[in-house]
């Protein structure tokens, strides 16, 4: 994800996952792909702390039979936590009510939040 007036491209895997297009995408746009350091897991401490999260209350309680099972309980897991549960980081507010209280378009994918 790029954020406006920053110049380098955070990316959470090796260099066998970026492709030239990538590559030469960055370039022309005057973006420094930056890798995280092998086995450095706090260079993205907020993505590890979700990681953790979703494995201890999703993945970790459930056999999964198949992949239909498994989609639909992640999905619901994936609502709860970006709907209704209170996140620390908005105030102790559910990401749904914050874009409310604060003027953000919200979209319950979570792809595609914007100010108004």
Not at 79 to 91: F, T
Request: charged letters at 20%; one cysteine or more.
């Amino acid at each position: 994800m790029l954020i406006a007036g920053h110049d380098r491209f955070p990316t959470y895997y090796g260099a066998e996952f970026t492709g030239q297009l990538v590559d030469l995408w960055a370039y022309h746009h005057g973006v420094r792909i930056d890798f995280s350091r092998r086995g450095k897991p706090t260079d993205n401490a907020f993505i590890e702390t979700f990681n953790g999260t979703l494995r201890d209350e999703c993945l970790n309680l459930h056999w999964f039979d198949d992949l239909a099972q498994a989609s639909a309980l992640i999905e619901a897991w994936r609502r709860d936590y970006n709907e209704s549960r209170p996140h620390m980081a908005l105030g102790n507010l559910p990401p749904a009510e914050y874009a409310t209280r604060t003027g953000t378009r919200y979209d319950i994918t979570g792809l595609n939040a914007a100010h108004n």
